[in-house]
């Protein structure tokens, strides 16, 4: 019993630098084109392209959902927001890389706006859970939004300010959403990429509050 409860703390906590696994120094070994568009994984990707990262949980049904958004130009699963260099799916599960799963979101902002994304995060999961997303236990399924840049950090935060207001107004809990300055992505297996392109009927966990996010569109640019 003392070991299931060991276990569980370590999958609930983000390990220390020196508790996490030492990964590896080169990449793993992943897909190179989308399943579904045939478009690069890794790039390059067209000028005027924009990048996101968000984490809802369970990256295969996330990512699906943004790959079947209009203006989305390609997408990606890895892990990100650790600690362990070029980690496995087997290591992040373990709970001692520190790393959630993250979708990478590659857009046409004429198209689809960053606010336009946020909304999407914010509705299609339950960012009030903390190291979890339903009955998906761990740090790796936490919710998260990894910014690239300034705007993008700025819009990330008034748009949770917006939502935990409507949450409050709905009776719901505090969001505990972790935003930050992207760090390095690490992608995935081939196996996770489009998982649900590859298995249409497989596991998807994607579960929303029911709260609609009334996000304001961005200022345009002079």
Known sequence: ?????????????????????????????TA?????????????????????????????GAERMFWQTEGVWVTAVGYAGGFTPNPTYQETCTGLTGHAEIVLVVFDPSVVTYGDLLKIFWEAHDPTQGMRQGNDVGTTYRSAIYTVGDAQMEQA???RDVYQAALKKAGQGRITTEIAAAPEFYFAEEEHQQYLSKNPYGYCALKGTGVACAIAPAASVA
């Open 157 to 159: 935060i008034a748009s």
């Open 1 to 29: 019993m003392f070991f299931l409860s060991d276990m569980l703390n370590k999958k609930y906590n983000m390990p220390k630098p020196g508790e996490a696994l030492p990964g590896r120094s080169q990449p793993i070994p």
């Open 32 to 60: 190179s084109k989308h399943h579904v568009s045939g478009r690069p994984l890794k790039g390059p990707y067209p000028d005027g392209l924009e990048v996101a990262m968000f984490g809802l949980g369970c990256f295969w």
